[in-house]
């Protein structure tokens, strides 16, 4: 487990560069230690403006990912690991999704906003252990499926780098549940279709 830590964080240090991590299981663990990273320094965070930065910075990125795994990823190993371990990472995002809508709502000095940002960090670190850190774990089994990781890391990467731009512009959309009452769930499940088919090597459609 110490090896593939550090191995995410080397991966980490080379997506701040610019380079896309070698596969998508790579990718999304490199995902994973840079919010674990801004939920520690939030902890340590003194000062509402500071918190306020970081919190919105937690909120991006963790929206960002949402979409990779949301558009591409899930859909990609749908068939090819446990269902309803897929089914509750879904409903895991969107319980996180209404926090950050939250967060994003709400300023540092209103009452609960240290509480909100406490309990997503508890979330996405229940919903990180079961992608990831258990024996029979998501990326576990998506490992020993028939999945061509890198070119699903690229799809991946080519996403990432348009969100991050939308999100630089100020233009990055606000987070959407897609499993609550209301929403179209069965639409969402194909909304990797404007990828190409799972794990393939499909574009983007214009």
């Given amino acids: 487990m110490a090896a593939s830590l550090q ?19 790579r990718l999304l663990a490199a995902d994973h230690r ?30 960002i990912h949402a979409e990779l795994e949301e ?27 209404v926090l950050i809508q939250e967060i994003e709502a709400g300023e540092p000095d ?6 909100k940002v406490k309990v997503l960090s508890e979330q996405i670190e ?14 576990a089994q998506v490992r020993k499926a028939d999945v061509d990781l890198e070119a699903l890391g690229q799809q991946m990467w080519s996403l990432k780098q348009e969100l991050m731009a939308e999100a630089e512009a100020g233009a990055l959309p606000p987070a959407e549940t897609r499993t609550f009452a209301g929403d ?12 190409g088919e799972p794990g393939g090597k499909g574009t983007q459609k214009a």
């Fill in 184 to 195: 179209d769930a069965e639409a969402a499940l194909r909304s990797s279709s404007e990828f």
């Fill in 71 to 97: 558009r591409i990823f899930y859909p990609a190993v749908r068939g090819k690991i446990e269902a309803d371990l897929l089914d509750e990472a879904y409903v895991e995002h969107d319980g996180a999704k």
């Fill in 126 to 139: 229940h919903h990180v252990k079961e992608e990831e850190r258990q024996e029979d774990s998501m990326f």
């Fill in 7 to 25: 191995t995410s964080r080397d991966d980490l240090k080379k997506m701040e560069k610019g380079e896309a991590p070698p596969d998508a299981l």
């Fill in 110 to 115: 209103e009452a609960f906003y240290d509480a």
């Fill in 34 to 63: 840079k919010v674990e990273d801004l939920f520690e320094q939030f902890e340590k965070a003194r000062g509402a403006e500071k918190k306020g930065e970081l919190a919105r910075q937690i909120c991006t990125e963790l929206k």
